[in-house]
């Protein structure tokens, strides 16, 4: 559903002429980034800085760059954004504020979270308090610093600057401006070698290579406070690592440049570490009545155990793996309890151990000796068993926070292992993107009346009870009745294809199957009149196609019945003493058309507009033709169905069944094609598998949707256009699989930029003449189903 600009008018005056106009070359950019919720505030937020008094800089560049900041971690913290403007004007000038808005795309993108970036407006709001004169040249160098800083160094840095130069303000433009030897000896200490956004990618490809599936990924600002970061951990089936991490030096600062490990390799090795747990455990490990040590036992074998099982299918990642453990001197006792479990790690990973101490070869050997690695409990069993025996050993007592803190930077803090459960992929990705169903219950009537909250919620109530029948009241007047209110299906769940990622997001959107509309039946009456010549032209072709019962097929060796006449010139040609033809027999063939059709029409607001030179609109002409295909459906006796569809965002999908396979084609369905209106969006993947539910359920050979549309797959809570053509073309993929094929028409002139990449080359007509779409409709059926 376009969004036009003319709609927020009122507002549109109160900005200045320069903004106007900028706004007015700018809005097609911003209606792509936007959900019609987003562009209500990207205008009031122009406003409200214009009404700031702080000069036409600051709303030109807002205007300018929200778009692009929206792309980058999405218009919900343009509202924070704006209240942080608004706070800060009394602290800076116009110019500041100008920077920080321009500034606000590029922070954007190097931090690529929202939370992460309201943490960086809380970084802007330290250095306002602390050092005003700062913040410009700060701003003015921040690709440098994001570039080499995480968040947290960023933070540190700025704190550091604060401290140092509180009373001096040359020294802080000289230290944020990265003039000051104290700027940069700071900078380089808390640079990192590799930042998580700068590998992202290349990270999911390689996953994605070496597993053959999708995990999910996640940045975690472990060193926000301080210079350690954190622990790789999986929750909710996401793997979260570090947001950078330098390169490995195994033996300190003395490493060779060769013996050090790129942190890109660092990267890799956590997330495989990360990714073997996924895969190798299915079922959680209880974790009651265990002491801390006996718990630490046990992940190490358990770290062990997913790595063995990763190394079988994968035999590099040992090296990989070793080369992030610590190495220790194996004549020097261990001293805690965690040095000698961090020896475990590494003794257990090595295929031929030579730590000599006897605890660790007993527990090597016990590891190596059991066949079957499939189940966590094996590390369940050997952990108890060894950790009795470390309980001998001479070592102070174990201390959970400060001796279990296994030296291996790749490995994780083992959460998963008592928490994990059975990986499920559809579950996964509903933890990952946290979507929620609506619960819809048949509740008695006592319920209803005693325990609701709100007898008439909306469609996004958390919950919904039915009653099974009609609540009346004294008068016989039922609640629909009184309130007006058309009665829904239940909701229908539906994936969505997310070509980013490449996966189906699960249960994603919702579609609604409303009852349609009636009108006068004096419409379509009118409809067939004026197109009487039409429906002449086309009466001979309709009646070629009927199926004509039995029909003999003649002239083969093997039929039903002997063919007289062929016979008869079989004994001529014997008589003759000539070679007779052996096919004499004729066989009796039931001629029928194993076909089924759904007429699925696009009915979003779009179809509401007038064609070019005519008085009439697109939702007529599509009326027009609907009757006349259905008139020549119904003469060839083939099933069809005629639904329609539109939608108000991923929960909202509303589907329309003017007309199902079972129901004749009568009075009530034309008065149906009658009311049939535009409004809303066109989300076109859902309401093709929905139209696909029904029609997979018919039992023909040979089954075809045809698409009706005036435009291309769109909807107003999303803001990729290319996102809804891809889930469209997965969705006809996914359909083809199934047996059903889709035919596209579309309306739209320019149609051919985008409609052969969803529906395929030889699957689409485009009508550059509208006004001709009754006469194509029914000849292009016929022609594509002779």
């Not at 380089?188 to 290579?209: C, M, S």
């Not at 490449?502 to 349609?516: A, I, K, M």
């Not at 039931?590 to 779009?606: Q, T």
């Not at 996914?734 to 035919?743: D, E, F, P, S």
Request: aromatic share 8%; net charge negative.
């Amino acid at each position: 559903m376009a969004i036009h600009l003319e709609e927020f008018q009122e507002l549109l005056d109160e900005l200045p002429g320069g903004a106007q106009e900028l706004l007015r070359a700018s809005w097609n950019e911003a209606a792509r980034a936007f959900t019609p919720r987003g562009l209500d505030n990207y205008i009031k937020g122009a406003v409200a800085l214009h009404h700031l008094g702080r000069g036409e800089d600051l709303v030109v560049g807002f205007i300018q760059s929200m778009p692009e900041l929206a792309r980058g971690v999405g218009e919900e913290v343009l509202p924070d954004l704006v209240n942080f403007l608004l706070s800060m004007a009394s602290k800076t000038s116009g110019h500041v504020l100008a920077l920080i808005v321009g500034t606000a795309p590029l922070a954007a993108q190097r931090l690529g979270d929202a939370d992460l970036f309201g943490s960086y407006l809380k970084v802007l709001e330290i250095v306002l308090a602390q050092v005003p004169r700062g913040l410009r040249p700060m701003l003015e160098n921040l690709d440098r610093l994001l570039t080499q800083l995480t968040l947290g160094g960023l933070r540190r840095w700025v704190q550091w600057g604060a401290q140092a130069y509180r009373s001096d303000f040359d020294g802080q433009v000289a230290y944020f401006s990265l003039q000051s030897p104290d700027a940069l000896a700071v900078l380089q200490q808390e640079r990192k070698g590799t930042l998580f956004v700068d590998i992202q990618r290349r990270l999911n490809i390689y996953q994605r290579a070496m597993w053959g599936r999708d995990f999910f990924l996640r940045p975690t600002a472990g060193d926000y406070e301080n210079r350690e970061a954190l622990k790789p951990y999986i929750e909710h089936y996401v793997i979260h690592i570090a947001d950078a991490y330098d390169d490995y030096k195994p033996l300190g600062p003395d490493t060779a440049p060769e013996q050090c490990v790129p942190a890109l390799e660092i990267y890799r090795a956590a997330a495989n570490h990360c990714a073997a747990h996924l895969v190798f455990t299915q079922q959680p490990l209880s974790m009651q009545m265990l002491h801390p040590a006996q718990m630490a036992v046990i992940e190490v074998f358990e770290d062990a155990r997913v790595e063995e099982l990763a190394i079988r299918q994968f035999p590099n990642m040992r090296e990989a793996w070793l080369a992030l453990h610590p190495v220790f001197d194996d004549a020097r006792e261990p001293q805690s309890v965690g040095e000698l479990l961090d020896r475990l790690a590494r003794a257990l990973l090595e295929a031929q151990s030579r730590d000599p101490h006897p605890w660790v070869r007993e527990a090597v050997a016990a590891f190596r000796a059991q066949d079957d690695l499939s189940s966590n409990q094996t590390s369940w069993n050997l952990g108890i068993d060894l950790s009795h025996k470390l309980f001998e050993l001479p070592l102070p007592e174990f201390n959970s926070r400060t001796d279990h803190r296994l030296s291996a930077i790749y490995r994780d803090d083992n959460r998963a292992v008592w928490q994990l459960e059975e990986y499920d992929e559809a579950q996964a990705l509903e933890a990952t993107w946290q979507t929620r169903q609506q619960v819809r219950k048949k509740v008695s009537l006592m319920e209803m009346v005693n325990e609701v909250d709100n007898e008439f919620a909306g469609d996004d109530a958390q919950e919904v009870w039915e009653l099974p029948t009609e609540y009346l009241f004294d008068d016989g007047v039922s609640i629909n009745e009184l309130e007006g209110r058309p009665p829904i299906s239940e909701p229908f769940h539906y994936p969505e294809w997310d070509y980013q990622i490449q996966l189906d997001r699960p249960n994603w959107v919702t579609v609604l199957e409303r009852h349609p509309p009636v009108r006068e039946l004096e419409i379509i009456e009118n409809i067939i009149a004026d197109n009487k010549p039409l429906i002449s032209r086309l009466k001979f072709l309709i009646e070629s196609m009927v199926p004509q019962g039995m029909q003999r097929i003649r002239h083969v060796e093997d039929g039903d019945e002997i063919d007289i006449n062929a016979a008869v010139r079989a004994m001529i040609d014997i008589r003759m003493g000539q070679q007779p033809d052996p096919r004499i027999m004729m066989r009796n063939k039931r001629k029928l058309r194993e076909l089924a059709v759904m007429v699925l029409l696009d009915m979003s607001e779009s179809s509401n507009d007038k064609v070019r030179g005519h008085d009439y609109t697109v939702m007529d002409l599509t009326r027009t033709a609907t009757v006349l295909f259905a008139d020549a459906l119904d003469r060839i006796g083939d099933p069809f169905a005629i639904h329609g569809f539109c939608s108000d965002g991923r929960h909202d999908v509303h589907y329309h069944r003017f007309k199902d396979f079972d129901q004749p084609y009568g009075d009530l369905v034309k008065a149906r094609l009658a009311g049939m209106k535009g409004h809303l969006s066109t989300r076109m993947g859902a309401a093709l598998r929905h139209a696909g539910h029904y029609l997979a359920q018919q039992p023909k050979s040979k089954r075809v949707i045809f698409v009706i549309t005036d435009g291309e797959p769109s909807d107003n809570d999303v803001r990729d256009p290319q996102y809804l053509r891809h889930d469209t073309k997965h969705a006809i993929e996914q359909l083809a699989r199934q047996g059903i094929t889709v035919y596209a028409l579309s309306l739209d002139p320019h149609a051919d930029q985008y409609v052969s990449r969803i529906f395929g080359a030889k699957n689409f007509t485009v009508i550059d003449q509208v006004e001709r779409l009754p006469e194509k409709l029914p000849m292009l059926y016929m022609n594509l189903t002779r």
